[in-house]
């Protein structure tokens, strides 16, 4: 069962950099527009708290199913993930880029 995102949750310490880095710039900065029109809607965390999940509104009057998996490093490496949806993309597009900068807005506002 999910459960809301909390400020100890790992987008928490995602930089902007490093969301462009998997989805690249352009998807970055529409899926920033997204994120900042509210476009992503129940954010949801499950699992040991690697999986994160929410509803995006697309350009159009579809919502999309995105999913982010968060995959666990060895050592002190920064954890990496790998991001899903049910767009045409399918896989770190603006909707993925949009849920992480949503969560990590959400986690760096829970108290």
């Known amino acids: 069962m999910a459960r809301a995102i ?3 949750d790992w987008p928490v310490e ?3 950099d490093q969301i462009i880095s998997r989805v690249g ?3 970055f900065q529409r899926g920033l527009d997204y994120a900042r029109k509210g476009r992503v809607r129940g954010v949801g965390v499950a699992g040991d708290g690697d999986i994160i999940s929410a509803q995006s509104k697309g350009s159009g ?3 999309y199913q995105t999913m982010v998996f968060r995959k666990q490093s060895a050592g002190s490496a920064p954890a990496s993930w790998a991001g899903t949806c049910s767009c045409p993309v399918g896989s770190n597009c603006k909707h993925v880029a949009a849920l992480l900068i949503t969560a990590r807005t959400l986690a760096q506002a829970e108290p």
């Open 25 to 27: 710039h352009r998807a």
């Open 61 to 63: 009057a579809r919502t």
């Open 14 to 16: 995602l930089t902007d």
């Open 6 to 8: 909390r400020h100890d």
